[in-house]
């Protein structure tokens, strides 16, 4: 038989990266099968557009980033076997939120996480107590606190740590829309002017926050692990990595909640060889290989096994991710719908940071913003 396979440039670079050896290994497991490999570059973020295009001719198994309720929407995932749910269950028992990326409204499970995708926290250890780690408020008054207030892939962590939903408590409601209004959406807008106008916020744009904490001018970062090269190598032995912080709303405490996701490994419904591939997109993903991935080009494990070696649990910014991804994150909602979400709340970002939304206006604005949506949904 012959798989083709859709991975990253980097998995399979050369002749023994870590595509090419789990082959390999996976030949090796599966002597009944004898299976030439056609290995073709389509990275995960792309993979959904391309698959889509003919899912005839799209690959047997692809990486892709979930959730994505399009591809199920095409019919081009399939869901995965009693065996691999086995699998799933041990890879993520406890972190029931990693598996929910790969949960399709159907409550069925649709690919196999290889990896988390989240942002977290960076910053200047000479600056902050680890007690001040826990408060934004307590960094602001320390330091200089940069954060991508325009972006909307960040903004909503205020909103969703303050209690707002996005499609309901699961994000498979399409009719329950965005709920980030109120009196304590109100109230989070308010808090937002007010750490617009602090002088020691700064906005993070087109790479303004990673370059001001590499120059001095900035001491917390909010970003993820592709930016963790170039923190460590800016600010040599005083950086840090943490989960997200609280941030004080009408006298409480709350804390920021990020969207979360994973790069994950999921089989073609219309692959000639569908028992094969829903077993190799399961051994690409599985604890032994999430193992070797990190070893070999240091991505951070989704897998609850592979997370306890301690070359991970060492890892400072692998510990950042996975305790966001615990503790302080959201999955993102993969319904189609979704796709309305972005422009509106970066629209709404930018209206704070521009001083169009102020104080006097806070909850009309907020409540405009929500209803901006019921156009679009």
């Known amino acids: 038989m012959t798989l083709v396979v859709w991975a990253s440039q980097e998995d399979q670079a050369g002749e023994d990266s870590w595509l090419q050896r789990m082959e390999q290994a996976f030949e090796e497991e599966h002597p009944e099968y004898d299976i030439t490999w056609k290995n073709q570059v389509v990275a995960s973020a792309d993979a959904s557009t391309v698959a889509k295009q003919d899912p005839m001719v799209a690959a047997d198994v692809y990486t892709f980033s979930a959730p ?52 977290f926290m960076y910053y200047r250890k000479s600056k902050f107590s680890a007690e001040d780690l826990k408060s934004l408020d307590a960094m602001l008054a320390k330091g200089k606190v940069s954060f991508p207030l325009t972006n909307s892939w960040y903004l909503p962590a205020f909103y969703m740590g303050a209690g707002g939903t996005l499609f309901g408590e699961d994000g498979t409601d399409a009719e329950a ?88 490994y999921g089989w073609n419904p219309y692959s000639k060889h569908p028992k094969a591939a829903d077993q190799f997109a399961a051994f690409l993903s599985s604890t032994y290989s999430q193992e070797q991935h990190y070893t070999l080009r240091s991505v951070i494990p989704s897998d609850v096994q592979a997370a306890e070696s301690p070359e991970v649990k060492n890892d400072i910014i692998a510990k950042a991710q996975i305790n966001t991804i615990a503790n302080t994150s959201v999955v993102q909602p993969a319904i189609a719908e979704m796709n309305n979400f972005w422009v509106p709340c970066e629209n709404f970002g930018k209206a704070i940071y521009n001083g169009e939304v102020t104080h006097e206006n806070a909850a009309e604005q907020t409540e405009r913003w929500m209803e901006s949506y019921k156009s679009l949904m």
Request: glycine letters at 18%.
């Open 68 to 119: 994505d309720g399009s591809l199920l929407d095409a019919g081009v995932l399939g869901q995965v076997s009693d065996d691999t749910m086995e699998q799933l269950a041990k890879q993520t028992a406890g972190s029931e939120t990693m598996l929910d990326t790969v949960k399709g409204a159907d409550g069925n499970v649709y690919g196999v996480p290889l990896a988390g995708n989240t942002w």
């Open 177 to 264: 829309g965005v709920q980030f209004g109120g009196e304590i959406g109100a109230a989070v807008t308010d808090y937002l002017i007010d750490l617009r106008n602090n002088p020691n916020f700064v906005l993070d744009q087109n790479g303004s926050g990673l370059a001001g904490l590499k120059d001095g001018s900035v001491d917390v970062l909010f970003s993820g692990n592709w930016d963790g090269g170039a923190v460590r190598e800016g600010l040599g032995d005083d950086w840090g990595a943490a989960q997200l912080p609280c941030f004080t709303l009408n006298g409480q405490q709350i804390q920021l909640k990020a969207f979360m996701g994973s790069t994950a």
